[in-house]
């Protein structure tokens, strides 16, 4: 199965900043790679899907970029409800899913 | 408006079977792929499986961690997705969510989720 690294595992921000996280891929998924936010106690929401393209009704502030094995989540302007885990996850239809270990956002 | 209502948690000893249920509304639920996904205490997300449509003759495919013990099944008729877990390991606690996956596999739509717990 595809192996996928999220990095950081946790860190802390303020309002205001710019964060980047991480997710690299054990093998090429070109950009079969989808970003959600965790809050406690509730379903995961999708931000971004297929490495770049903005879910409907989230704030342009996220934004994605990458392919192949290396992708990042770009979160500009931190606001204090975007404190949750982030999670990325892999969809290459052939194969099994998988999801990263999840990133730790606190503000 | 797309709603996805799991049900079927409870406790269940090791060694035992338990059969959850995601009840499907508000789009074509014939035509849609369907996902589960746990999620352990405090821990990450784990993909389970997923079960095609009937135009893609009903396929399913299963993480590593469940196949051969969980089975994913579908009644289109009831709008309802199944996910038929038997041989249960302590390891299996979790809350198991279904999800729609809409566009490249990435799930638009998630159920609240259902808390399983296998313990003796």
């Given amino acids: 199965d595809i192996q996928m690294t999220q990095s950081p595992s946790s860190l802390s921000a303020s309002v205001g900043d710019r964060v980047t996280i991480t997710c690299r891929s054990s093998q090429n998924i070109d950009y079969y790679l989808n970003w959600y936010q965790q809050k406690p106690g509730r379903a995961p929401k999708l931000l971004i899907f297929a ?38 996850q892999q969809s290459v239809s052939t194969l099994v899913y998988t999801f990263g270990q999840g990133t730790r956002l606190e503000i | 408006e797309v709603q996805l209502v799991e049900s079927g948690g409870g406790l269940v000893q090791p060694g035992g079977s338990l059969k959850l ?35 893609n003759k009903y396929a399913t495919k299963y993480a590593a961690s469940v196949n051969g013990r969980f089975t994913i ?26 999800c729609r996956p809409a566009k490249l596999g990435a799930c638009d739509y998630w159920g609240q989720g259902t808390l399983v717990t296998v313990s003796s």
């Fill in chain 1, 51 to 88: 490495a770049s393209n903005l879910q409907s009704g989230v704030t342009s502030r996220f934004s994605g970029r990458g392919s192949g094995t290396d992708f990042t989540l770009t979160i500009s302007s931190l606001q204090p409800e975007d404190s949750a885990t982030y999670y990325c």
């Fill in chain 2, 21 to 55: 249920s995601c009840a499907a509304s508000g789009f074509t639920f014939s035509g849609s792929p369907m996902h589960w996904v746990r999620q352990t205490s405090g821990k990450g997300l784990e993909w389970v499986g997923r079960i095609r449509s009937g135009a």
């Fill in chain 2, 73 to 98: 099944s579908r009644d289109d008729s009831k709008n309802t997705a199944y996910l038929q877990m038997n041989s249960l390991k302590i390891e299996d606690t979790a809350i198991y969510y279904c």
